[in-house]
């Protein structure tokens, strides 16, 4: 069976925690825990607290995501 794809949404930083990790507000509503993807911290890509965010959901759990790109 395959892998199945991230849903893709965006948010807002709210907290930023420790060991790379955020807490953002969902368009909706809801409140996500994430982690920076790997290529950010490769490039050291800063995400500080009211920065905008796209962020992959796990179909399987819809309360811990990843960031993968913060907007300018």
């Known amino acids: ?32 825990l994430a982690y920076g993807a790997g290529k950010m911290s490769k490039f050291k890509i800063k995400v500080l607290t009211g920065d905008r965010v796209t962020l992959e959901l796990s179909p399987y759990d819809l309360s811990r995501g990843r960031i993968t790109y913060r907007h300018k």
Request: hydrophobic content about 40%; glycine content about 10%.
């Open 1 to 32: 069976m395959a892998k199945q794809e991230g849903i893709e949404m965006e948010g807002l930083v709210t907290d930023v925690l420790p060991d790379r990790k955020y807490r953002v507000q969902l368009d909706n509503g809801h409140m996500v």
